[in-house]
T-cell receptor
Framework: DAKTTQPPSMDCAEGRAANLPCNHS???????VYWYRQIHSQGPQYIIH???NNETNEMASLIITEDRKSSTLILPHATLRDTAVYYC??????????????FGKGTLLTVNP | KAGVTQTPRYLIKTRGQQVTLSCSPI?????VSWYQQTPGQGLQFLFE???????NKGNFPGRFSGRQFSNSRSEMNVSTLELGDSALYLC??????????????FGDGTRLSIL
């Protein structure tokens, strides 16, 4: 079972920031937070991941709370092409079942013109 | 840098047939994993290969098998196809196995339809 909780759907206006929340209250100290997205008929696309610190790359920013029990994925300027299902995943640093990704139901983000 | 390439993109088979799907990982990636995605079950792990050896296996029947070649390319085979095998089959590659700090990168999958 997925160890994360996400809202089933969100809307965002084109050009505005999209802030996607994720709760992972049972996360352990050696688990990373990963974000993927999946556009219809395509494979999941890796976006970003982090352990404790906030992370930023060319696609998005990841904000992890100090207690690590929740995180937010930020798409700074959403476009229509960002409409997709976004998955938040926790994954062990080593051992256990870290060899596989366990996807929950994710959040359907709809970017509106 | 080219991404993960899966062929074919679409495949139609009938019950009882067998099928082979192919995956070419990102250059330099040595670990390849396979997943099955269906609307009802979501994404389910099939198996993982590294150095031509299967390291981990999901809860699928023996009709599902795979292999990895010395150039890290991988194939999966499904024999005696059943209607329930209709799904999107995804391949993901990563640099090395066993590190939670290395993301898996997915291909666009092979959509298999069983008639």
């Amino acid at each position: 079972d997925a160890k994360t909780t996400q809202p089933p759907s969100m809307d965002c206006a084109e050009g505005r920031a999209a802030n996607l929340p994720c709760n992972h209250s049972t996360i352990s100290g050696n688990e990373y937070v990963y974000w993927y997205r999946q556009i219809h008929s395509q494979g999941p696309q890796y976006i970003i991941h982090g352990l404790k610190n906030n992370e930023t790359n060319e696609m998005a920013s990841l904000i992890i709370t100090e207690d690590r029990k929740s995180s937010t994925l930020i798409l700074p300027h959403a476009t229509l092409r960002d409409t997709a299902v976004y998955y938040c995943i926790v994954r062990e640093a080593s051992g256990g079942s870290n060899y596989k990704l366990t996807f929950g139901k994710g959040t359907l983000l709809t970017v509106n013109p | 840098k080219a991404g993960v390439t899966q062929t074919p993109r679409y495949l139609i088979k009938t019950r009882g047939q067998q099928v082979t799907l192919s995956c070419s990982p990102i250059s330099g990636h040595r670990s390849v994993s396979w997943y099955q995605q269906t609307p009802g079950q979501g994404l389910q792990f099939l198996f993982e290969y590294f150095s031509e050896t299967q390291r981990n296996k999901g809860n699928f029947p023996g009709r599902f098998s795979g292999r990895q070649f010395s150039n890290s390319r991988s194939e999966m085979n499904v024999s005696t196809l059943e209607l329930g095998d209709s799904a999107l089959y995804l391949c993901a590659s990563s640099l090395e196995p066993g590190s939670g700090n290395q993301p898996q990168h997915f291909g666009d999958g092979t959509r298999l339809s069983i008639l």
